[in-house]
């Protein structure tokens, strides 16, 4: 039997209920496998930084706001995919961590803006740099032309 965790999958399938399976089915489970070593990569990495994923992603999207690194809440919310309640809280632990400040809106004096501060900004920088290096470390032994063909079938995924 094959040592690969997708193909012992299938086989099974194919030998308990075959009719679940269709002809996406190992595509779906090599992209959840894959993203499960991702998303464990970045954790590891947002875990040494002291970080959630839920407040990497904010800082992370304030940053690539770019300057002066602030966004509206509910643009940050509608960026994120997230309630507005969720970014919120995210943003009051943000607040007290020092990482991001709330400012008046300045096109809207009823509103208000999330920024990061000097030391979210670096924070920010240091976690977005880490991470891209996790995930480059996964696919560190294969060669570009695989990564590369890999990528644009993906793409062709969504087009």
Known sequence: MSDDPVDRLITAWE?????????????????????GELHEATRR???DL???TAEFDVIVALRRAGTPYRQK??????TLLLSTGGTSNVTNQLVR????VREPDPADGRG????????GIALAEKAVKASA???????????????????AALRGLRT
């Not at 030998?15 to 993203?35: C, F, G, H, M």
């Not at 961590?97 to 991001?100: E, S």
């Not at 996790?134 to 990528?151: C, F, I, K, N, Y």
């Open 45 to 47: 990495v947002l875990r």
């Open 73 to 78: 809440p509910v643009d940050l919310s509608r």
């Open 15 to 35: 030998q308990e209920l075959p009719e679940v399976l269709y002809p996406s089915t190992e595509l779906t489970k090599r992209i959840l496998v894959l993203a």
């Open 97 to 100: 961590r020092g990482l991001v």
């Open 50 to 52: 002291g970080l959630t």
């Open 112 to 119: 208000t803006q999330i920024r990061l501060t000097d030391e």
């Open 133 to 151: 290096a996790a995930h480059h470390e996964l696919w560190s032994g294969l060669p570009d032309e695989v990564v590369e063909r890999a990528s």
